[in-house]
């Protein structure tokens, strides 16, 4: 990636993505003691919960995770980092909430337990499985929806 996209990209989530970065860049001072290395423009930080999120610049990813999967959830996660270049300050509105209560709330763990839907299935999980095999070349073969 040129000089000139990095820029781009650490500029445009500093101003357009600020709700997420900001967010982001709090959880990324209270890890500090935490791995961090750089993905791809964004700073991945492993961190000891069984959930990964991506917040602006931020990617936290469970330290749980190995091998391909580990990378696969990175690419995913990168999505995210994508689609908050793309919806900047209303990504938490579209992405981040509707997303959170997909993953968290009960109701829709039961139900995707029961009906065996893939958590990939839903709209910003599949949309940020695109992103991420689009702008990394990479194929997710273990995480598809």
């Avoid at 993505?17 to 500090?32: E, K, N, R």
């Avoid at 750089?38 to 700073?43: A, Q, S, T």
């Avoid at 991420?132 to 995480?143: C, N």
């Amino acid at each position: 990636m040129s000089i000139l996209k990095k820029t781009g990209y650490v500029l445009v989530q500093c101003t357009w993505g600020i709700i997420q970065t900001l967010i982001g860049a709090v959880i990324f001072l209270l890890l500090a003691g935490h791995e961090h290395r750089v993905y791809r423009c964004c700073i991945v930080t492993g961190w000891g919960r069984s959930d990964s999120v991506s917040l602006g610049l931020f990617v936290f990813l469970s330290e749980s995770l190995e091998g391909r999967y580990r990378e696969e959830v990175l690419i995913h996660e990168y999505g995210h980092t994508i689609q908050s270049l793309m919806l900047g300050v209303i990504y938490p509105f579209v992405i981040s909430i509707p997303s959170a209560v997909w993953c968290l709330f009960p109701y829709f763990i039961k139900r995707r337990e029961r009906t065996g839907i893939s958590y990939y299935s839903f709209y910003p999980e599949r949309w940020a499985n695109r992103l991420g095999r689009k702008v990394t070349g990479e194929h997710l073969s273990m995480i598809e929806s």
